[in-house]
């Protein structure tokens, strides 16, 4: 969904059981709403176990990533800003610091 009166778009996804959403970072903040599943999410070095109508706010330059790891597939809408940055990858040095946090490791891991 689209809507340049509100500025902003409203964007689906799903992933299938072990999917995952890209591991980035980004100027912009969003907002997302779990649809479908269950799940966990990555927003800076926490880790959340996540459900369906659950809301999640991605702040502004934070790592974060969905994954599918409950065994089920996992669907979520995202609300963003119509004018914003491009996602930036991490770096090998930047995936070497997040996994010096345990619970991002094994999160990345799983």
């Known amino acids: 969904f689209h809507d340049d009166a509100l500025a902003c778009e409203l964007r689906y996804f799903e992933m299938d059981t072990k999917g995952f959403s890209s591991l980035e970072r980004h100027e912009h903040a969003h907002a997302v709403m779990i649809l479908r599943g269950r799940g966990q999410c990555m927003v800076g070095g926490e880790i959340r176990d996540v459900k369906q109508f659950d ?41 070497r610091h997040m996994r010096a946090n345990p619970a991002v490791a094994a999160f990345l891991d799983s």
């Open 55 to 95: 809301l999640i706010t991605i702040p502004a330059w934070n790592w974060h990533q969905f994954r599918a790891n409950a065994g089920e597939p996992f669907g979520f809408l995202c609300m963003v800003n119509t004018m914003r940055d491009r996602p930036v990858l991490p770096t090998e040095d930047e995936l």
